[in-house]
């Protein structure tokens, strides 16, 4: 079965750090394209985070660059997400998602997606 | 950045034909996604790139893209799909992905 995993979420301090861990299982994991998408309690998702397949590329939202590093371990099948300087609006859940990405050469378009998510884990930053 | 632009919340009668669109210039060259999110669960694939569904999502599900404006047909609405939707995309300009602000369905 294809299974993401997340954890490390929790209650923390304005200012403080978490790290965020994603397990992989039932997929080559190490030949897919991962990402970080948060939602807010209440709102819509967001994307935070991308990270190529060997770990070359890597791209972040622009409220969290700076702040936010994602990484990957291809031999542990894991994604992880270091989030420091937090603030109260990085409060939401955090899911990890396998990304899907590629170039239709006959109709010039590209295509992308999320085809596989976690169940998410819990970021509440608070005094 | 670019942006996609849902309406908010769209209704529809059981078993009619209801089209969610979603707008945006990243549509110009990267086809959405949609999700699908009940409440209290992680979104769900239900369309990929021209028109392609993940195995397991309802054939009453569609998409097509015109232009800038990405739409999302559920032809014959189920109770069952009464859920937020979400259309996404990757501007690949500024190598971000970009999700739409949702939009509630209620199956009246």
């Known amino acids: 079965e294809v299974q993401l995993v997340e954890s490390g979420g929790g209650l923390v301090k304005p200012g403080a750090s978490l790290r965020l861990s994603c397990g992989a299982s039932g997929f080559t994991f190490s030949t897919y394209n991962m990402g970080w998408v948060r939602q807010a309690p209440g709102k819509g998702l967001e994307w935070v985070s991308s990270i190529s397949s060997s770990g070359s590329y890597i791209y972040y939202v622009d409220s969290v660059k700076g702040r936010f590093t994602i990484s990957r371990d291809n031999a542990k099948n894991s994604l992880y997400l270091e989030m420091n300087s937090l603030r109260a609006e990085d409060t939401a859940l955090y899911y990890c998602a396998k990304e899907g990405l590629g170039f239709l050469e006959h109709f010039g378009y590209y295509y992308y997606y999320m085809d596989v998510w976690g169940k998410g884990t819990t970021v509440t930053v608070s005094s | 950045s670019s942006e996609l632009t849902q309406d908010p919340a769209v209704s529809v009668a059981l078993g009619q034909t209801v089209r969610i669109t979603c707008q945006g210039d990243s549509l110009r060259s990267c086809y959405a996604s949609w999700y699908q999110q009940k409440p209290g669960q992680a979104p769900v694939l239900v369309i990929y790139?021209?028109?392609n569904r993940p195995s397991g999502i309802p054939d009453r599900f569609s998409g097509s893209t015109s232009g800038i404006t990405a739409s999302l047909t559920i032809t014959g609405a189920q109770a069952e799909d009464e859920a937020d939707y979400y259309c996404?995309?990757?501007?690949?300009?500024?190598?971000?992905?970009?999700f739409g602000g949702g939009t509630k369905l209620t199956v009246l």
């Open positions: 996404n995309s990757r501007d690949s300009s500024a190598n971000h992905v970009i």
């Open positions: 790139g021209e028109n």
